[in-house]
């Protein structure tokens, strides 16, 4: 790559990027201007020339004595020689935290005034709750570790007002008879009565530890109805982040694990005003995010975020209800028709729940990225979700998708974005299909009448030597691609569960009915130069043409449009409900594109067909023969339209009020298309009806043949046997 910077998204993380293969896409752009290194393009990391943002053209202001200061990934603010932060920090965001002001210095000869340290000498006004911090020129007020700023005041500010921290009350649900869970509240009534900032940690540990505990054995708490669980789940889950939120702030700077016996564990980092982004994992699962979403405008002090892993709140809400926003509901119901029902859903991951010390975690100016890892891989009919436990105002609540999307997913890994923070999971809806009825039926008895007769076509083809010409090979090779396509396509369209198995089919499917339809244009091609030859009379070049033409083309070109398809893009053959070419990034366009082009190509050739015919049918006046063959031709242009691929449309125009109608049209007409073929290329031609006469002749000899001869058999062995008795009887009288 050269010697490159990194720039990400402004609205991404900017340092602590974890590089995700490219699968992990779920739609790859062109290029890399609207993904992170989160989520690549490509093989490789999005890496492009870093952005200068300090310009020129400046794309954001530091205000007033400052100047803007370009890094690697990023920019920060400093104040200009002479000036400096009131706060004391070496540099600042944007606009909205500059506070430069003068050093308080003296210009004279030789000599300059020296800063006075206000704390050292008690000429502060910092209240008694606060430390004193000297700085150049003026002086802030901070809160000392374990104290935060009362309401209404910031900290390291000449006014600042701080007061300990305390153990937040937490309430059990009323009504909720529980012995366990009575006692769970007595322990941490416990914690709260002997909480101080000095012991904030291993009352944390002790938090964690008693959580763990009750969920590992809840004893009566498993008899409670699921009603009861869910609103037991909401206030552990809801409790347990507002302690742990209020009870950071009185952590030291730094990172910290905390962990339980029965596997709950916690990871928390406290950080002074930075840029730089913030990873927290927790056992299977990451969370990263930028200062600007932990940090709250305005709040000098540090900030504090939080992943908690809970592995046994899994129990209480597994079976709770899923609520799927209009978004996400409105692309299944597009994708299946509004035919698809959810018959239950599994939690993959364990339940997390991430807080940070911002008060509005529910409106996040940058979203917040989760990657889960789960050992679960969905299959078919079966869809992973990025869901958050969404409370309720009488306490209880559901998994929800509002606010929520994935970015993707790959085998037992899922990546989440959300623009709020709650406790997450990753969970999988199992769906099920519900096709029409009618449709089915129409579907399995059209295709097995038509494979039935595309085999005797196939035959007839092969076996009747009266007809063996260039359009007999042409009708051969569309009857034995469409058996092949219609034959696969019956047993094994819904083939799902084995997924490299499923996209072998949806290949094969894929070139099947593509060298279907190149044999159909090449028909409408052998028709328009056989009409056109009628006119000026030269049919031995049409068949040379037709027979160096025609299995290049009708084997060959679906062959190289299968092969790019599947080289560039081979996971997109297979869905989770059948094995056919999924819908994702067009991708079966590589299928309709072709499909559309050859309908418009036998459309022209149709048209043109019928208007030379039209122009032989007015200079013909007595010369019955060719009228007859003219008229032949004719009959068999019009039933080429109805029979071979222009009917295939129908498909394109089910959208819209008409959709079920046109759904009914297109299983009819193309699930009896072998019996069209049948129709018009065997019962309806003369010379093959002949031949079919000679057959069944030939065969009704055969048959009266061997009769007469086991009739005559029959008699000569009566005979025998009759002679055979009176000779023994009379050997028996002399005797």
């Known amino acids: 790559l050269g010697e490159r910077r990194l720039r990400l998204s402004p609205t991404w993380p900017r340092a602590e990027m974890t590089e995700i293969p490219m699968t992990h896409c779920p739609e790859a752009p062109d290029s890399c201007s609207s993904y992170s290194a989160l989520t690549?393009?490509?093989?490789?990391?999005?890496?492009?020339?870093?952005?200068?943002?300090?310009?020129?053209?400046?794309?954001?202001?530091?205000?007033?004595?400052?100047?803007?200061?370009?890094?690697?990934?990023?920019?920060?603010?400093?104040?200009?020689?002479?000036?400096?932060?009131?706060?004391?920090?070496?540099?600042?965001?944007?606009?909205?935290?500059?506070?430069?002001?003068?050093?308080?210095?003296?210009?004279?000869?030789?000599?300059?005034?020296?800063?006075?340290?206000?704390?050292?000498?008690?000429?502060?006004?910092?209240?008694?709750?606060?430390?004193?911090?000297?700085?150049?020129?003026?002086?802030?007020?901070?809160?000392?570790?374990?104290?935060?700023?009362?309401?209404?005041?910031?900290?390291?500010?000449?006014?600042?007002?701080?007061?300990?921290?305390?153990?937040?009350?937490?309430?059990?649900?009323?009504?909720?008879?529980?012995?366990?869970?009575?006692?769970?509240?007595?322990?941490?009534?416990?914690?709260?009565?002997?909480?101080?900032?000095?012991?904030?940690?291993?009352?944390?540990?002790d938090l964690i530890q008693e959580v763990g505990d009750l969920l590992e054995g809840p004893q009566d708490l498993e008899n409670l109805s699921q009603s009861e669980k869910q609103y037991v789940a909401t206030n552990l889950l809801l409790g347990l982040e507002k302690a742990l939120r209020w009870l950071g702030k009185a952590l030291p700077i730094g990172a910290m694990t905390f962990s339980s016996s029965a596997g709950t564990k916690l990871s928390l980092k406290v950080q002074e005003q930075g840029y730089e982004n913030i990873t927290l994992i927790q056992n299977q699962t990451k969370m990263l995010l930028t200062w600007d979403t932990v940090h709250e405008s305005g709040d000098s002090g540090p900030a504090v975020a939080g992943l908690l892993s809970t592995p046994g709140m899994g129990k209480f809400l597994a079976k709770a209800p899923l609520v799927l926003d209009t978004v996400e509901q409105a692309a299944l119901n597009e994708t299946h028709k509004g035919v698809l029902q959810e018959i239950y859903h599994d939690l993959l991951s364990e339940v997390i729940s991430a807080f940070i010390s911002n008060k509005d975690p529910q409106n996040l100016r940058h979203p917040v990225t989760f990657i889960f890892q789960h050992s679960v891989i969905p299959g078919p009919r079966e869809k992973v979700f990025c869901v958050f436990w969404e409370h309720g105002q009488n306490g209880s609540g559901h998994w929800a998708t509002s606010g929520c999307r994935m970015v993707g997913t790959k085998d037992n890994s899922t990546?989440?974005?959300?623009?709020?923070?709650?406790?997450?999971?990753?969970?999988?809806?199992?769906?099920?299909?519900?096709?029409?009825?009618?449709?089915?039926?129409?579907?399995?008895?059209?295709?097995?009448?038509?494979?039935?007769?595309?085999?005797?076509?196939?035959?007839?083809?092969?076996?009747?030597?009266?007809?063996?010409?260039?359009?007999?090979?042409?009708?051969?090779?569309?009857?034995?691609?469409?058996?092949?396509?219609?034959?696969?396509?019956?047993?094994?369209?819904?083939?799902?569960?084995?997924?490299?198995?499923?996209?072998?089919?949806?290949?094969?499917?894929?070139?099947?009915?593509?060298?279907?339809?190149?044999?159909?244009?090449?028909?409408?091609?052998?028709?328009?130069?056989?009409?056109?030859?009628?006119?000026?009379?030269?049919?031995?070049?049409?068949?040379?043409?037709?027979?160096?033409?025609?299995?290049?083309?009708?084997?060959?070109?679906?062959?190289?449009?299968?092969?790019?398809?599947?080289?560039?893009?081979?996971?997109?053959?297979?869905?989770?409900?059948?094995?056919?070419?999924?819908?994702?990034?067009?991708?079966?366009?590589?299928?309709?594109?072709?499909?559309?082009?050859?309908?418009?190509?036998?459309?022209?050739?149709?048209?043109?067909?019928?208007?030379?015919?039209?122009?032989?049918?007015?200079?013909?006046?007595?010369?019955?023969?060719?009228?007859?063959?003219?008229?032949?031709?004719?009959?068999?242009?019009?039933?080429?339209?109805?029979?071979?691929?222009?009917?295939?449309?129908?498909?394109?125009?089910?959208?819209?009020?008409?959709?079920?109608?046109?759904?009914?049209?297109?299983?009819?007409?193309?699930?009896?298309?072998?019996?069209?073929?049948?129709?018009?290329?065997?019962?309806?031609?003369?010379q093959v009806r002949k031949q079919y006469g000679e057959w069944f002749k030939g065969i009704y000899i055969t048959k009266s043949r061997s009769e007469k001869y086991t009739l005559s058999s029959k008699t000569e062995s009566d005979a025998c046997k009759y002679s055979a008795v009176r000779s023994h009887i009379a050997d028996t009288e002399c005797n």
Not at 136 to 158: A, E, L
Not at 565 to 590: D, E, I, M, R, V
Request: with cysteine; proline share 5%.
């Open 415 to 686: 990546i989440c974005q959300c623009t709020h923070l709650s406790s997450f999971a990753i969970l999988m809806a199992h769906y099920e299909v519900q096709k029409d009825s009618a449709l089915t039926v129409i579907s399995y008895v059209g295709l097995s009448l038509s494979l039935l007769c595309l085999l005797l076509a196939v035959l007839t083809f092969l076996f009747c030597k009266a007809i063996h010409n260039t359009s007999t090979s042409l009708h051969l090779q569309l009857s034995i691609c469409l058996f092949l396509a219609h034959l696969l396509f019956l047993t094994a369209i819904d083939r799902t569960e084995i997924k490299v198995l499923c996209s072998i089919i949806a290949g094969a499917l894929h070139y099947l009915y593509l060298a279907s339809f190149t044999w159909m244009l090449l028909e409408g091609l052998h028709l328009f130069l056989t009409a056109r030859n009628l006119i000026v009379v030269n049919y031995s070049s049409v068949n040379k043409f037709m027979k160096k033409l025609m299995f290049p083309v009708g084997y060959g070109v679906p062959a190289v449009i299968v092969t790019i398809s599947a080289a560039s893009q081979p996971y997109l053959y297979g869905t989770p409900t059948s094995c056919w070419l999924n819908s994702k990034k067009g991708f079966k366009w590589s299928f309709l594109g072709p499909v559309c082009s050859i309908f418009l190509v036998n459309l022209v050739f149709f048209l043109v067909t019928l208007w030379m015919l039209k122009s032989k049918l007015s200079s013909l006046n007595s010369d019955v023969s060719t009228l007859q063959n003219t008229r032949m031709l004719t009959f068999k242009a019009t039933a080429q339209l109805f029979i071979l691929g222009c009917t295939w449309c129908l498909g394109i125009l089910q959208v819209g009020p008409a959709a079920h109608v046109m759904a009914y049209l297109f299983t009819i007409i193309n699930s009896l298309q072998g019996v069209f073929i049948f129709l018009v290329y065997c019962l309806l031609n003369q």
């Open 40 to 205: 690549p393009c490509n093989p490789l990391p999005c890496y492009v020339p870093d952005i200068n943002e300090c310009g020129p053209p400046s794309t954001m202001s530091c205000g007033k004595f400052a100047d803007c200061q370009n890094t690697e990934g990023g920019y920060h603010c400093n104040c200009i020689p002479g000036y400096v932060l009131a706060s004391g920090a070496s540099m600042f965001r944007n606009e909205s935290e500059n506070t430069c002001k003068g050093k308080m210095t003296l210009h004279l000869p030789r000599l300059q005034a020296r800063d006075k340290d206000e704390c050292s000498s008690g000429e502060h006004h910092c209240h008694n709750s606060t430390i004193c911090t000297n700085t150049v020129g003026s002086y802030v007020c901070h809160c000392r570790q374990g104290w935060v700023p009362k309401p209404g005041f910031q900290n390291k500010q000449n006014t600042t007002v701080c007061e300990e921290v305390s153990f937040p009350t937490w309430m059990p649900p009323p009504g909720i008879k529980s012995q366990r869970l009575s006692c769970f509240f007595h322990r941490l009534q416990h914690l709260r009565g002997n909480f101080s900032s000095a012991s904030v940690q291993s009352t944390i540990q």
